[in-house]
Structure formats: structure tokens, C-alpha cells
């Protein structure tokens, strides 16, 4: 079993997301709620970012006893939150501490584009009280970057790594995409090792996939573009792992690596289920009340007054989902408390898979072997078949 993690257990503590849509061009492969929208300011960001606040309050107020509870992520996705400036977020950051109790050791962490890193906003960033930040570099190579259909600067890329390393936020990580028609596993590992010689503590890669709704995916029906290239993903999916573990790294979760004790503690929370308010247009939340969506068209976000009722979950199927994408041990013991209906078939099931030599299990400690990452989504089907 793997030792540079400890458990995973389950730890009662809510955390915040927070969405800002706008972006300087949508990707056709992106399936997240965004607006591209050039490289000025939003005329609408004061409004969003007062909107935010009224949201939070009225969530807030369907969250029993939170007074008494005390958050310790928060984090900014997108779009691309680094469109903003420091200043607004040094106001929200202050606005949650005067309404909740925001632990002194929080997670706060703002996902960046290449484009907006510099040294000075970094360090606005850091005054404001952001600590950890995510850049979605893809890939360095210009061929990548266009068939991704990304804005690219070729005057800025070769200055991010630079900005990361000189800045006061030391807690940095970096988004690689694998997969696209034409790259090489070489030209990947070359991105690799580029993001790892400027230090950072957190990759996640993505493989390119074919999302439903995406300008990507119409162009893939059409033939006009080639699909992701299945046998590269494969591969990298396959040796990475020990790729990055012989530079400190270790898997934590399907897609993401960190240095030990600093995986993205809010993501977590989305696999361990944890409560978290989502704020913004194209936000989801999960509640004592229930789980909930916020619209995806900002200025339909921006007149909402009356927010959509609260849907309680399938604790089951959304338990075995999320839980069985983490590659750390797992303390299992508070999570299938969960279910306890389905409590001992669970144990029962991974007792057979850990004697196949897919998983360890001891005692309530689990953990998929590395190799698992390849047949992960038929493992899970198979936990989750009740019959």
C-alpha cells in the first residue's frame, strides 16, 4: 500500500466554490459554462461579483447551523477568475470572513490563464489572501494550442514559469491536456517536465475528450477534425504515475498528482461528499438542503431572485461515483456508515477485488493499485450492481 499519503477520512467540513464565466475566447472543447469575450473587463463584473454576495447570503441561510461549522476551502473556477482583479477578490475573501468562520489554515485557491500571470498580479493575489493558484497551461506547443482552439500569446508563455516560481504564492499547480490529434507522448512529457522545473506542487492532466455540445464535438461528427488520439492516452494514463512518482509526485486521484500534502483540498471535498455552497452563474452546490444548479447564462444569473428548489441525492450512486476516483488509501469506515444497507456487500466486493490484485484492502483501509486507473469505470459499475 502506498505510504505517502495518509487515509482519507471523512472530516465534516464545508467549503466554497465560486464561478466567474468570462473568458477571452471559449474553447470548442470545453463543455464548462464560459463567455469569451476579448481581453477587456467585463462591464458586468461589479454586478457578478454583488451578486455573489446576495447569493451567498440567501445559501448560507438554508445551511443549518453553520454558524457553528467552520469552512476551510475556497475556490475560484471558471471561465477564467484571473479576468478580475485582485482587488475584487481581497473584498469577497474579506466578505466571507465577516459571515462565516473561515479556518486560519484555508485553502484558497484561484485558477489562472497564461495570458494574465505576472509577477505583479501574483502578488495582488497574494495580499488579497489567495494561497494556492492552478494555471491552465494545455501545453507549451503552439500546434497543440491551436487545435485546442486557445488564445495564446506567444509573448507570455515563455514568462509564466518565471512569474510562478519568483512569486510569494509557493503553492502552485498546472493543467497538462494529453490526447490531441498529433501529439506525441514525447511532446508531452516534454510539457511535463517543463511545469516540474518551475516547481510546482499539483499537476492535472485531461485527456482530450469528445464532450457533448462542444464546438469539438460537432466538428469530430462532421469529420472535419481527427478525434483524440485513443492509444497516446493509454499509454500516458499507463506510465505516468511512475513518471511522476520518481520526481516526488503521487496520484491522489484519477486525473491529478501532487507533492505529499498538497492535493487541492476543495476538490476533495467534491469526492469525499462534502458539503460546499457553489456561487455564480453555472455553479452547483450541495447543501444539508439538497444538491442545486445555478443558471448557465450570466445575465440570466444576474435578474434570478427566487432560487430552484433543493433535489436530495442518491447518496448511494453518488458515494461510489465520487469516492472510487480517489487512487489515496481511504478510510472507508465513515463514508460507508453512509449507506449502511449497502455497508458489508461493499466490503465484500473489494475483499475479492483486493485477492484479483486490483485493490489492498486492510481492515477499512483502501486503495486501488495504480493499474487500476485503465478498467477504473467498469470497477465501479460492478461495486455499484446490487444484484
Given at each position: 500500500m502506498e505510504t505517502g499519503f495518509p487515509a482519507i477520512r471523512k472530516i465534516n467540513r464545508p467549503g466554497i466554490y465560486v464561478h466567474y464565466p468570462f473568458c477571452v475566447h471559449k474553447c470548442s472543447y470545453c463543455d464548462f459554462f464560459s463567455e469569451g469575450i476579448g481581453l477587456a473587463p467585463s462591464p458586468l463584473e461589479g454586478e457578478l461579483f454583488a451578486k455573489y454576495k446576495e447569493e451567498f447570503l440567501t445559501r448560507i441561510g438554508k445551511f443549518p447551523d453553520h454558524k457553528n461549522m467552520t469552512f476551510d476551502t475556497v475556490f475560484f473556477g471558471g471561465g477564467t477568475p484571473s479576468k478580475a482583479s485582485p482587488e475584487r477578490y481581497a473584498d469577497f475573501i474579506k466578505f466571507l470572513k465577516?459571515?462565516?468562520?473561515?479556518?486560519?489554515?484555508?485553502?484558497?485557491?484561484?485558477?489562472?490563464?497564461?495570458?494574465?500571470?505576472?509577477?505583479?498580479?501574483?502578488?495582488?493575489?497574494?495580499?488579497?489572501?489567495?494561497?494556492?493558484?492552478?494555471?491552465?497551461?494545455?501545453?507549451?506547443?503552439?500546434?497543440?494550442?491551436?487545435?485546442?482552439?486557445?488564445?495564446?500569446?506567444?509573448?507570455?508563455?515563455?514568462?509564466?514559469?518565471?512569474?510562478?516560481?519568483?512569486?510569494?504564492?509557493?503553492?502552485?499547480?498546472?493543467?497538462?491536456?494529453?490526447?490531441?490529434?498529433?501529439?506525441?507522448?514525447?511532446?508531452?512529457?516534454?510539457?511535463?517536465?517543463?511545469?516540474?522545473?518551475?516547481?510546482?506542487?499539483?499537476?492535472?492532466?485531461?485527456?482530450?475528450?469528445?464532450?457533448?455540445?462542444?464546438?469539438?464535438?460537432?466538428?469530430?461528427?462532421?469529420?472535419?477534425?481527427?478525434?483524440?488520439?485513443?492509444?497516446?492516452?493509454?499509454?500516458?494514463?499507463?506510465?505516468?504515475?511512475?513518471?511522476?512518482?520518481?520526481?516526488?509526485?503521487?496520484?491522489?486521484?484519477?486525473?491529478?498528482?501532487?507533492?505529499?500534502?498538497?492535493?487541492?483540498?476543495?476538490?476533495?471535498?467534491?469526492?469525499?461528499?462534502?458539503?460546499?455552497?457553489?456561487?455564480?452563474?453555472?455553479?452547483?452546490?450541495?447543501?444539508?438542503?439538497?444538491?442545486?444548479?445555478?443558471?448557465?447564462?450570466?445575465?440570466?444569473?444576474?435578474?434570478?431572485?427566487?432560487y430552484d428548489p433543493y433535489e436530495k441525492p442518491d447518496i448511494f450512486e453518488e458515494l461510489l461515483v465520487s469516492l472510487f476516483r480517489i487512487f489515496m488509501p481511504v478510510d472507508l469506515s465513515g463514508f460507508l456508515d453512509l449507506i449502511p444497507d449497502q455497508k458489508d456487500r461493499i466490503l465484500c466486493k473489494l475483499k475479492v477485488k483486493a485477492s484479483e490484485g486490483k485493490c489492498s484492502l486492510d481492515g477499512n483501509i483502501f486503495q486501488w493499485n495504480k493499474e487500476a486507473v485503465l478498467f477504473l469505470d467498469s470497477e465501479i459499475l460492478d461495486l455499484a450492481q446490487t444484484e
Amino acid at each position: 500500500m502506498e505510504t505517502g499519503f495518509p487515509a482519507i477520512r471523512k472530516i465534516n467540513r464545508p467549503g466554497i466554490y465560486v464561478h466567474y464565466p468570462f473568458c477571452v475566447h471559449k474553447c470548442s472543447y470545453c463543455d464548462f459554462f464560459s463567455e469569451g469575450i476579448g481581453l477587456a473587463p467585463s462591464p458586468l463584473e461589479g454586478e457578478l461579483f454583488a451578486k455573489y454576495k446576495e447569493e451567498f447570503l440567501t445559501r448560507i441561510g438554508k445551511f443549518p447551523d453553520h454558524k457553528n461549522m467552520t469552512f476551510d476551502t475556497v475556490f475560484f473556477g471558471g471561465g477564467t477568475p484571473s479576468k478580475a482583479s485582485p482587488e475584487r477578490y481581497a473584498d469577497f475573501i474579506k466578505f466571507l470572513k465577516e459571515n462565516i468562520q473561515l479556518s486560519e489554515n484555508s485553502e484558497i485557491t484561484l485558477e489562472c490563464n497564461p495570458e494574465d500571470i505576472s509577477p505583479e498580479y501574483l502578488r495582488g493575489l497574494h495580499d488579497a489572501g489567495v494561497n494556492r493558484i492552478h494555471v491552465g497551461i494545455q501545453s507549451f506547443l503552439p500546434k497543440n494550442l491551436k487545435f485546442l482552439d486557445r488564445y495564446y500569446d506567444p509573448e507570455t508563455y515563455p514568462r509564466i514559469l518565471e512569474a510562478l516560481t519568483s512569486s510569494p504564492i509557493q503553492n502552485f499547480g498546472a493543467d497538462l491536456m494529453f490526447g490531441v490529434p498529433k501529439q506525441t507522448e514525447e511532446e508531452f512529457y516534454s510539457d511535463a517536465e517543463e511545469v516540474l522545473k518551475a516547481g510546482v506542487s499539483h499537476i492535472s492532466i485531461y485527456a482530450l475528450t469528445v464532450e457533448k455540445g462542444t464546438e469539438y464535438s460537432r466538428k469530430v461528427s462532421a469529420g472535419t477534425v481527427p478525434p483524440p488520439t485513443e492509444e497516446v492516452q493509454e499509454n500516458i494514463l499507463m506510465h505516468l504515475p511512475d513518471f511522476l512518482a520518481d520526481r516526488g509526485f503521487l496520484q491522489y486521484e484519477v486525473s491529478n498528482y501532487s507533492k505529499p500534502g498538497l492535493y487541492s483540498r476543495h476538490n476533495m471535498k467534491y469526492w469525499t461528499y462534502e458539503y460546499y455552497l457553489g456561487i455564480g452563474p453555472g455553479a452547483h452546490g450541495f447543501l444539508p438542503s439538497g444538491r442545486y444548479s445555478n443558471p448557465r447564462n450570466t445575465n440570466t444569473y444576474l435578474r434570478k431572485i427566487q432560487y430552484d428548489p433543493y433535489e436530495k441525492p442518491d447518496i448511494f450512486e453518488e458515494l461510489l461515483v465520487s469516492l472510487f476516483r480517489i487512487f489515496m488509501p481511504v478510510d472507508l469506515s465513515g463514508f460507508l456508515d453512509l449507506i449502511p444497507d449497502q455497508k458489508d456487500r461493499i466490503l465484500c466486493k473489494l475483499k475479492v477485488k483486493a485477492s484479483e490484485g486490483k485493490c489492498s484492502l486492510d481492515g477499512n483501509i483502501f486503495q486501488w493499485n495504480k493499474e487500476a486507473v485503465l478498467f477504473l469505470d467498469s470497477e465501479i459499475l460492478d461495486l455499484a450492481q446490487t444484484e
